[in-house]
């Protein structure tokens, strides 16, 4: 399968505990997207990297979150101390470096804070 | 403030209906605009406008993009079961900004 992969595809936490989720990207496209979807809202902009660089942060990111793409390739989003509010679908997405591009998703890992 | 709007919000027809869908946004640095498909899972691609006017089809799908107006419609002609899903709306900035910005999307359900 030469998509957007993610993984785990289901996490059950309890609140407090820290998760971590990888995203690998179809592998030709130096851009990634982290995305949260809560259930009756579109993907929300969480942050984007081009090659290993994060260029953009979302405001409404909380210093909980952390995402890494250090070596261009995969990455990985951290979410510490999780709450319940953080339960949502977390998507990843890659593009080649085209502005505006089109960009394609994996599966989401979805996360479930009890 | 980038915004987003889609409309309607919900939409129920029969199988064989004609509907349209539409998108009108507010995004500094447009790019380009793209449409989404949700079914259960994560968004898959259906189209990428850039152009005014120019109309991209594909099978029972069509969509135009005005640049002027800002928005895009999305049309689906003899619906059938299998379109129920949410489309969603997505202008894209360029630059070091890069990235989609999603309206909340329309829920489409075609019964048979």
């Known amino acids: 399968d030469t998509g957007v992969s993610q993984n785990p595809r289901h996490k059950i936490t309890k609140r407090g505990q820290n998760v971590t989720f990888r995203c690998d990207p179809i592998s030709e496209h130096n851009r990634l997207y982290w995305y949260r979807q809560t259930l009756g809202q579109g993907p929300e902009f969480l942050t984007y990297f081009q090659n290993e660089a994060q260029l953009e942060k979302s405001r409404l990111l909380s210093d909980r979150f952390s995402a890494e793409r250090p070596k261009g390739s995969f990455s990985t989003l951290e979410i510490q101390r999780t709450e319940q509010g953080d339960s949502a679908m977390y998507l990843c997405a890659s593009s080649l470096g085209r502005d505006g591009g089109e960009a394609f998703f994996g599966q989401g890992t979805r996360l479930t804070v009890v | 403030e980038d915004k987003v709007v889609q409309s309607p919000l919900s939409l129920v027809v029969h199988e064989g209906d004609t509907v349209t869908l539409n998108c009108s946004y507010e995004?500094?640095?447009?790019?380009?605009l793209l449409w989404y498909k949700q079914e259960k899972k994560a968004p898959t691609f259906l189209f990428m406008l850039t152009s005014s006017g120019i109309e991209k089809k594909s099978g029972r799908l069509s969509s135009i993009l005005d640049k002027k107006e800002l928005f895009s419609i999305l049309n689906i002609t003899a619906t059938q079961t299998g379109d129920s899903a949410i489309y969603l709306c997505a202008p894209g900035r360029g630059g070091a900004t890069n990235k989609l910005i999603f309206g909340t999307g329309t829920l489409l359900a075609v019964q048979p």
């Open positions: 995004v500094t640095n447009f790019r380009s």
